[in-house]
């Protein structure tokens, strides 16, 4: 049986989330910003340790904050699936403070709407334009110690105009949720074998 797993991918706007997606599926790069307007989703395959997964990535257009309830979400077309997404990956731009200032309000904004109802759900918070580093507003190590520390989310950066990290971030994403998920089903040992090996393709 293939299992699905949706995961939505927030941000703020030009953070780079269509760049990410559409790097990680097509290696595809435009430099050329054009906003996504409307909730588009993506249905790659991929392989992670022989086990085969279908994704549903949901590129999430600019959303002023994460639906506070189902009826909220099913209002607003462009959250359509957010709430119950398997994982999130939460985008933010390495040079532009605001932006992760947002992802630290959808963050919280999940934790409270979602953690009271289902279990732990996976995030990653995802540092992209790594390429511009120079400009960056706080060094690499302190965002990833506040992060995966205090926020206790996973912690990646990456260029999606380089195709630098962008298969590694879903992979760790991947690995984190299908960890989670075979741990709920107590075949964790068989995936802890299969996980040290680190094997992802996308087909
Ligand atoms: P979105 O609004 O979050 O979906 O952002 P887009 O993916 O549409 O990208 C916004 C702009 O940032 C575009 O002009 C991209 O070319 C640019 N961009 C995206 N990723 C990178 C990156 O890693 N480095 C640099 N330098 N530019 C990027
Ligand atoms: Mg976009």
């Keep these: 049986m293939v299992e699905t797993l949706s995961i939505a991918v927030i941000g703020a706007p030009g953070v780079g989330k ?4 559409r ?3 097509y290696n595809d790069f ?3 910003y054009t906003p ?3 909730r588009y989703v993506y249905r790659p395959s991929v392989i992670l340790n022989g086990n085969m997964y279908e994704l549903k990535i949901l590129d999430v257009p600019p959303i002023s904050s994460f639906p506070a309830s189902a009826s909220q ?3 607003d077309l462009r959250c359509r699936g957010v709430r119950n997404a398997n994982a999130y990956i939460l985008v933010y731009d390495i040079c532009c403070v605001e932006s992760f200032e947002y992802v630290k309000m959808i963050k919280q904004q999940i934790v409270e709407n979602r953690y009271a109802h289902t279990s732990e759900v996976p995030i990653l918070v995802v540092g992209n334009k790594r390429d511009l580093q120079r400009q960056r507003f706080m060094p ?15 912690y990646v950066e990456c260029s999606a105009k380089f195709n630098w990290h962008v298969v590694l971030l879903f ?6 949720a299908v960890a ?6 107590h075949t964790s040992i068989r995936l802890q074998g299969a996980l040290q090996r680190n094997r992802c393709t996308v087909m």
């Design 140 to 154: 690499r190590r302190a965002v990833s110690v506040l992060v995966k520390k205090t926020w206790k989310c996973g």
């Design 18 to 21: 269509t760049s990410i997606i």
């Design 180 to 185: 989670r998920g075979m741990r709920q089903n």
């Design 23 to 25: 790097q990680f599926i």
């Design 30 to 32: 435009s430099e050329a």
């Design 36 to 38: 996504t307007r409307s």
């Design 171 to 176: 992979k760790e994403l991947l690995g984190i």
């Design 73 to 75: 979400e099913w209002l």
